[in-house]
């Protein structure tokens, strides 16, 4: 599996997020993002830059909840340069902006409301939804808020998403441990994110977002 290090916070990047990125550029990351709300563009884009010159792999995740916000974020992202765009629910006006441009697109399956982001419908349902978005030209995976639904459970979702569909899919919001870690990886998720646990201290090694990272990395090492 990939960890993707969210520099985020109640779906939000964090206001520090640059002095944070600093703290943490000697660690074995390989893929970090930032939202598309939390912080100035140019914030944005020098956090991209840095994030280039260490060699990794930039997301930028949509979290705006109007077609116009979710659309301009989209737009940022490209002048940005990120290499993959997360998230959005605008999936038409997405790809007709993205068109040819070098950079992968992971949306979000299911119905997802509200900020923080929340996903509903039936597994059956985002199932199926998953299929039919992985079947388009310019999707390359998949934005999955497994742990964000109320009603089912996460690694269930998990599992028919992967198998409805045969692009890679990020489990992305609320994993905080390596039970949760462990259960995507069981699901077949290629990738999942963590952002808030690691700011609140959670994971082994907390307070220190460096030692809770290497941490993150050695329980990914251990599934390869």
């Given at each position: 599996m990939e960890f993707i290090f969210m520099l985020t916070h109640d779906d939000a990047t964090v206001a520090n997020a640059v002095e944070v990125y600093e703290s943490i550029r000697t660690t074995g990351l390989r893929q970090v993002g930032f939202k598309d709300v939390g912080a100035t563009p140019a914030t944005l884009r020098r956090l991209t830059e840095l994030m280039h010159e260490d060699g990794r792999t930039v997301f930028l995740e949509v979290v705006s909840t109007s077609r116009k916000d979710e659309l301009q974020s989209i737009e940022a992202g490209l002048d940005l340069g990120v290499d993959v765009l997360m998230g959005g629910t605008n999936h038409e006006g997405a790809l007709d902006l993205i068109g040819q441009a070098p950079v992968r697109y992971f949306p979000f399956p299911g119905t997802v409301v509200g900020h923080p982001s929340e996903l509903q419908g039936s597994i059956a349902e985002i199932a199926a939804?998953?299929?039919e978005l992985t079947s388009r030209p310019g999707v390359h995976g998949l934005d999955l808020l497994a742990f964000r639904?109320?009603?089912?459970?996460?690694?269930?979702l998990t599992r028919a998403v992967v198998a409805f569909c045969q692009l890679p899919v990020v489990v992305a919001g609320s994993i905080d441990g390596a039970a949760r870690i462990q259960s995507v990886e069981g699901?077949?998720?290629w990738g999942f994110t963590i952002g808030g646990a690691i700011f609140d201290g959670r994971l082994p090694g907390g307070p220190d977002l460096g030692r809770q990272i290497e941490w993150t990395l050695e329980q990914i090492s251990e599934t390869r």
């Amino acid at each position: 599996m990939e960890f993707i290090f969210m520099l985020t916070h109640d779906d939000a990047t964090v206001a520090n997020a640059v002095e944070v990125y600093e703290s943490i550029r000697t660690t074995g990351l390989r893929q970090v993002g930032f939202k598309d709300v939390g912080a100035t563009p140019a914030t944005l884009r020098r956090l991209t830059e840095l994030m280039h010159e260490d060699g990794r792999t930039v997301f930028l995740e949509v979290v705006s909840t109007s077609r116009k916000d979710e659309l301009q974020s989209i737009e940022a992202g490209l002048d940005l340069g990120v290499d993959v765009l997360m998230g959005g629910t605008n999936h038409e006006g997405a790809l007709d902006l993205i068109g040819q441009a070098p950079v992968r697109y992971f949306p979000f399956p299911g119905t997802v409301v509200g900020h923080p982001s929340e996903l509903q419908g039936s597994i059956a349902e985002i199932a199926a939804h998953a299929s039919e978005l992985t079947s388009r030209p310019g999707v390359h995976g998949l934005d999955l808020l497994a742990f964000r639904h109320q009603g089912v459970d996460p690694a269930e979702l998990t599992r028919a998403v992967v198998a409805f569909c045969q692009l890679p899919v990020v489990v992305a919001g609320s994993i905080d441990g390596a039970a949760r870690i462990q259960s995507v990886e069981g699901a077949g998720a290629w990738g999942f994110t963590i952002g808030g646990a690691i700011f609140d201290g959670r994971l082994p090694g907390g307070p220190d977002l460096g030692r809770q990272i290497e941490w993150t990395l050695e329980q990914i090492s251990e599934t390869r």
